[in-house]
């Protein structure tokens, strides 16, 4: 991979109280693709992903060691604020998440609270909600309550959320799982137009969609990463026989 | 058990809940209809007009009686704001320090002592405002006698903390996770996480909790009646000695003669309060359902 790494890991240890989650788990994620994290449920994935951005920070209980960097910076650095950190790595949740505001003011708090000049929310607003192919269809309904929303439109209006804040990450942890066949479909089409501007790790339990949609994939199996290679070669070339399994869906 | 039996042993259990149901809705129509009446026996006797707009509650002069009720409300409404001004920005700054920054440990020793707050017995509190905290306000202010609308305030304030503690945290420990994660991944600090994204969301539970907490300062006799000084004169500040509508009754009560205007008087007053604790919770109703929208 000649790629430049934008987020990479070296030597992580990850655990919860005594249970080890993640083992020295060593990858480097490309800058302007799509990453795949493929896996069986426990595997470690989604653990993986907020380390990213420290999610895990909230939780007294989680230990970690190793370095986890972006670009040249050491994520965990004593130093760095964890506010600091997720400006530049913003995040998609599994289920929908919207605020209970309305669609206007969803992703008008993000940049609130990031200092945004108060002159400019409404054009990042519109922006925002127009690269995540909302626009048209909330336009003239922006003060109604984001809850009204379909779960396919919410999880758009979660993406315009983070995408306003201009982070060079997104993270993505399973977004199509709570949605239909024709909502995930849009919301794909939305994440490969995310790629021209931003690294995007999509957490995903959807074989033929990390497919379709990823560049590189990395497969994982109980807190390991057994296997990290492009989309291509850890689905028709596995070099471990787990991956091979797992993609074949022959696993256990 | 065959078919029949079980049936009959289903039918007899519905009609005991059914029982239980409707005696609470008679009970509550029976207390209603009782303050109506002797309302309205008072209201034969004494002009309506007269009772909302006299500002003077004088029941003991036999030639000139007056029962305006004025006084009386603006003491009621007087101590209940100030325990109100006092114990809701407490209250919820405490259930939001429980839920979202205290220590396990924290919590687990601090939740059982703010309930046992609520257990101690108003005439308790009465003690302490007589002995503590009016000396102490009389210190303070340079004023002669402690027993007044603030005193009252405090001590009222001190006893509607733990409902609306315990009610607030509750809500603020209801709001999904995924609402507070959403905002810190937005790059939201903590302060700006509680205040914009958790309270706001907590809000018809914190709607209540201040809701139950007024209704308990409203109708709070002991405490008040002890530590307020019964002056049942136009209070011009919270320095003044106040009588409220709850003293009022519980004090007269005992000693007017039986169904003359006075005693009936005592009812409309009543009356009055049940009107304003009614008023209260429809309008936490209504507040709250205005917010549900978008939840």
């Not at chain 1, 925002?128 to 379909?150: C, G, T």
């Not at chain 2, 919590?107 to 009016?134: C, D, H, N, R, Y």
């Not at chain 2, 958790?198 to 209704?215: K, W």
Request: glycine share 8%; net charge positive.
């Amino acid at each position: 991979m000649t790629n430049n790494k934008k987020l990479s890991t070296e030597g992580l240890n990850l655990y919860f109280s005594e249970k080890h989650i993640l083992k020295d788990v060593a990858i480097g994620i490309p800058q302007n693709k799509i990453t795949a994290l493929i896996g069986p449920s426990g595997c470690g994935k989604t653990t993986l992903l907020r380390t990213f951005n420290r999610l895990h920070d909230l939780l007294d209980y989680v230990k970690i060691t190793g370095k986890v960097m972006i670009d040249d910076t050491n994520i965990y650095d004593p130093k760095i604020s964890a506010v600091e950190i997720r400006k530049r790595i913003g995040m998609v949740f599994q289920k929908p998440n919207p605020f209970p505001k309305n669609i206007y003011d969803n992703i008008a708090y993000g940049l609130k609270v990031n200092n945004t000049d108060p002159y400019r929310i409404p054009q990042l607003v519109e922006q925002s909600l127009r690269e995540s192919f909302l626009w048209d269809e909330v336009k003239d309904e922006l003060k109604k309550p984001a809850i009204q929303l379909s779960g396919g439109q919410q999880q758009r209006l979660c993406i315009a959320r983070a995408v306003a804040l201009r982070p060079e990450v997104i993270l993505m942890d399973e977004p199509c799982s709570a949605l239909d066949p024709f909502s995930s479909l849009k919301i794909e089409d939305l994440i490969r137009e995310l790629r021209k501007s931003y690294t995007v790790v999509i957490v995903t339990h959807n074989m033929q969609q990390a497919q379709r949609l990823s560049d590189y994939t990395a497969f994982m199996y109980l807190g390991q990463l057994i296997e990290f290679g492009t989309t291509k070669e850890i689905f028709n070339n596995p070099q471990h026989d787990l991956t091979k399994n797992y993609v074949t869906g022959h696993f256990g | 058990m065959d078919f029949h039996q079980r049936q009959k042993t289903d039918n007899i259990f519905r009609k005991i809940f059914k029982i239980a149901g409707l005696l609470i809705i008679g009970i509550l129509g029976g207390i209603f209809l009782m303050l109506m009446y002797n309302s309205i026996a008072f209201f034969l006797h004494f002009k309506p007009a007269d009772f909302l707009t006299d500002t003077q509650w004088n029941p003991g002069n036999t030639s000139h009686a007056e029962f305006g009720i004025l006084p009386l409300l603006v003491s009621t409404c007087l101590v209940t704001a100030g325990a109100m001004i006092l114990a809701i920005p407490l209250g919820i700054c405490t259930a939001a320090f429980l839920s979202e920054f205290a220590s396990k440990r924290l919590q687990t020793i601090l939740k059982p002592i703010i309930e046992m707050l609520a257990a101690i017995p108003s005439v308790a509190i009465g003690f302490l405002g007589i002995v503590i905290v009016g000396p102490g306000i009389a210190k303070l202010f340079g004023i002669q006698s402690g027993l007044n609308a603030l005193n009252g305030s405090v001590l009222l304030a001190i006893m509607s903390l733990p409902t609306i503690i315990t009610v607030a945290e509750d809500a603020i420990h209801a709001v999904p996770l995924s609402y507070r994660e959403g905002s810190y991944a937005l790059g939201a600090n903590r302060w700006a996480t509680l205040f914009k994204i958790t309270l706001p969301a907590a809000l018809p539970g914190l709607i209540a909790a201040i809701m139950l907490g007024m209704g308990r300062a409203l109708g709070e006799t002991m405490t008040v009646l002890m530590a307020t000084g019964n002056v049942a004169a136009f209070p011009k500040g919270f320095l003044n000695s106040v009588k409220t509508i709850t003293a009022t009754i519980a004090i007269e009560m005992g000693e007017v003669p039986y169904q003359t205007t006075h005693y009936f008087a005592l009812f409309a007053i009543a009356a009055v309060l049940f009107i304003i604790t009614l008023a209260v919770n429809l309008l936490g109703e209504s507040a709250i359902n205005k917010v549900r929208k978008f939840q």
